[in-house]
Protein backbone atom coordinates (compact mmCIF):
# COMPACT_ATOMS: atom_id res chain seq x y z
CA UNK A 1 0.00 0.00 0.00
CA UNK A 2 1.17 3.58 -0.35
CA UNK A 3 -0.03 6.99 1.32
CA UNK A 4 -0.21 9.89 -0.63
CA UNK A 5 -1.10 13.05 1.19
CA UNK A 6 -0.71 16.85 -0.39
CA UNK A 7 -0.27 20.41 1.41
CA UNK A 8 0.09 23.79 0.62
CA UNK A 9 -3.47 25.12 -1.11
CA UNK A 10 -4.92 28.07 -0.11
CA UNK A 11 -6.02 31.73 -1.47
CA UNK A 12 -3.37 33.68 -3.53
CA UNK A 13 -4.61 36.82 -5.49
CA UNK A 14 -3.84 36.64 -9.34
CA UNK A 15 -0.17 36.85 -10.01
CA UNK A 16 1.00 35.27 -6.77
CA UNK A 17 2.77 32.57 -5.85
CA UNK A 18 2.35 29.18 -3.99
CA UNK A 19 4.05 25.94 -3.66
CA UNK A 20 2.49 22.72 -3.39
CA UNK A 21 3.72 19.13 -1.73
CA UNK A 22 3.08 15.48 -2.14
CA UNK A 23 4.32 12.68 -0.02
CA UNK A 24 4.36 9.14 -0.77
CA UNK A 25 4.94 7.06 2.24
CA UNK A 26 5.03 3.21 2.12
CA UNK A 27 7.06 0.36 0.45
CA UNK A 28 8.17 2.29 -1.67
CA UNK A 29 11.86 1.47 -3.88
CA UNK A 30 13.60 2.18 -6.83
CA UNK A 31 12.12 4.84 -9.63
CA UNK A 32 8.20 6.17 -9.13
CA UNK A 33 6.05 8.77 -11.39
CA UNK A 34 4.50 11.53 -9.86
CA UNK A 35 1.90 13.52 -11.16
CA UNK A 36 -0.21 16.45 -10.72
CA UNK A 37 -3.60 16.67 -11.65
CA UNK A 38 -6.07 19.61 -11.51
CA UNK A 39 -10.14 19.85 -11.23
CA UNK A 40 -12.16 23.08 -11.40
CA UNK A 41 -15.67 23.31 -10.50
CA UNK A 42 -17.37 21.79 -13.72
CA UNK A 43 -14.79 20.47 -15.62
CA UNK A 44 -12.77 17.16 -15.65
CA UNK A 45 -9.82 16.58 -14.19
CA UNK A 46 -6.36 16.89 -16.21
CA UNK A 47 -2.83 16.44 -15.91
CA UNK A 48 -0.84 19.59 -14.76
CA UNK A 49 2.88 18.38 -14.28
CA UNK A 50 4.44 14.79 -14.39
CA UNK A 51 7.97 14.07 -13.11
CA UNK A 52 9.97 10.66 -13.48
CA UNK A 53 11.68 9.05 -10.74
CA UNK A 54 15.07 9.83 -12.70
CA UNK A 55 13.70 13.63 -12.95
CA UNK A 56 12.39 14.43 -16.60
CA UNK A 57 9.27 16.77 -16.58
CA UNK A 58 6.49 17.33 -18.77
CA UNK A 59 3.75 20.01 -18.36
CA UNK A 60 0.24 21.33 -19.59
CA UNK A 61 0.35 24.05 -22.25
CA UNK A 62 -1.66 26.01 -19.77
CA UNK A 63 1.12 25.91 -17.36
CA UNK A 64 4.50 26.15 -18.97
CA UNK A 65 6.69 28.60 -18.26
CA UNK A 66 4.76 29.47 -14.61
CA UNK A 67 4.56 25.98 -13.03
CA UNK A 68 7.75 24.14 -11.76
CA UNK A 69 7.69 20.22 -10.87
CA UNK A 70 10.56 19.04 -8.51
CA UNK A 71 11.35 15.87 -6.54
CA UNK A 72 13.68 15.90 -2.94
CA UNK A 73 13.69 13.29 -0.30
CA UNK A 74 14.72 10.60 -1.80
CA UNK A 75 11.93 10.68 -4.53
CA UNK A 76 9.27 10.21 -2.18
CA UNK A 77 8.49 14.39 -2.44
CA UNK A 78 7.16 16.01 -5.01
CA UNK A 79 6.94 19.51 -5.13
CA UNK A 80 5.05 22.18 -7.45
CA UNK A 81 6.01 25.37 -7.45
CA UNK A 82 3.41 27.74 -8.94
CA UNK A 83 4.11 31.37 -10.23
CA UNK A 84 2.19 34.20 -11.78
CA UNK A 85 -1.14 32.74 -10.37
CA UNK A 86 -4.62 33.53 -12.30
CA UNK A 87 -7.54 32.95 -11.78
CA UNK A 88 -8.01 29.93 -14.23
CA UNK A 89 -5.68 28.26 -11.86
CA UNK A 90 -8.65 27.98 -9.45
CA UNK A 91 -8.76 23.88 -8.51
CA UNK A 92 -8.22 21.32 -6.68
CA UNK A 93 -5.05 19.88 -6.78
CA UNK A 94 -4.23 16.36 -7.40
CA UNK A 95 -0.71 14.24 -6.87
CA UNK A 96 -1.05 11.23 -8.78
CA UNK A 97 1.49 8.24 -8.25
CA UNK A 98 2.22 5.40 -10.46
CA UNK A 99 4.18 3.01 -8.89
CA UNK A 100 4.23 -1.15 -9.44
CA UNK A 101 1.89 -0.80 -12.25
CA UNK A 102 -0.99 0.39 -10.02
CA UNK A 103 -2.03 4.16 -9.02
CA UNK A 104 -2.63 6.14 -6.02
CA UNK A 105 -3.85 9.43 -5.69
CA UNK A 106 -3.81 12.18 -2.43
CA UNK A 107 -6.90 13.67 -1.51
CA UNK A 108 -6.45 16.90 -3.19
CA UNK A 109 -5.83 20.44 -1.57
CA UNK A 110 -7.65 23.69 -2.75
CA UNK A 111 -6.23 26.36 -4.45
CA UNK A 112 -8.08 29.74 -4.90
CA UNK A 113 -6.79 32.54 -6.98
CA UNK A 114 -8.65 35.75 -6.54
CA UNK A 115 -8.17 39.23 -5.15
Known amino acids: QVQVVESGGGLVQPGGSLRLSCTAS????????MSWYRQAPGKERELVAIITGSGSTNYADSVKGRFTVSRDNGRNTVNLQMNSLKPEDTAVYFC?????????WGQGTQVTVSS
Open 26 to 33: GSIIGFVV
Open 96 to 104: NVRYSARTY
